[in-house]
């Protein structure tokens, strides 16, 4: 069962910085490309980042372009989403899944998602 495994989250204060992991199950970084997907309440999931299992090139949105970084360990099947200077828009739990990587980090492209981890970030 292909199945990607969210850990990292938690709270910090605005300006602090979170490192989220994604473990791939049952599959491995070069069968499919990894995404991180993020919904605040009330919300709709938006693509946050993602990473080609091919060559590592990363994508990200708007938003956070400048203050995240998507990074890949091959031997440890894990990727990883470095969050620096989180304000409270960034609050939302975050997913990761497993699916085609695009310079839109199109959401409706990745297939199988994990249970999510959430990242709150207080004023």
């Known amino acids: 069962e292909i199945q990607p495994v969210e850990s990292g989250g938690g709270s910090v204060q605005a300006g602090g910085s979170l490192k989220l992991s994604c473990a791939a199950s049952g599959f491995t970084l070069e069968d499919y490309d990894l995404g991180w997907f993020r919904q605040a309440p009330g919300k709709y999931r938006e693509g946050v980042a993602c990473?080609?299992?091919?060559?590592?090139?990363?994508y990200y949105t708007d938003s956070v372009k400048g203050r995240f970084t998507m990074s890949s360990d091959n031997a440890k099947n894990t990727v990883y989403l470095q969050m620096n200077d989180l304000n409270v828009e960034d609050t939302a739990v975050y997913y990761c899944?497993?699916?085609?990587?695009?310079?839109?980090?199109?959401?409706?492209?990745?297939?199988?998602w994990g249970q999510g981890t959430q990242v709150t970030v207080d004023s």
């Open positions: 899944a497993a699916g085609f990587c695009d310079a839109a980090v199109t959401t409706g492209h990745f297939g199988a």
């Open positions: 990473i080609k299992g091919s060559d590592n090139s990363a």
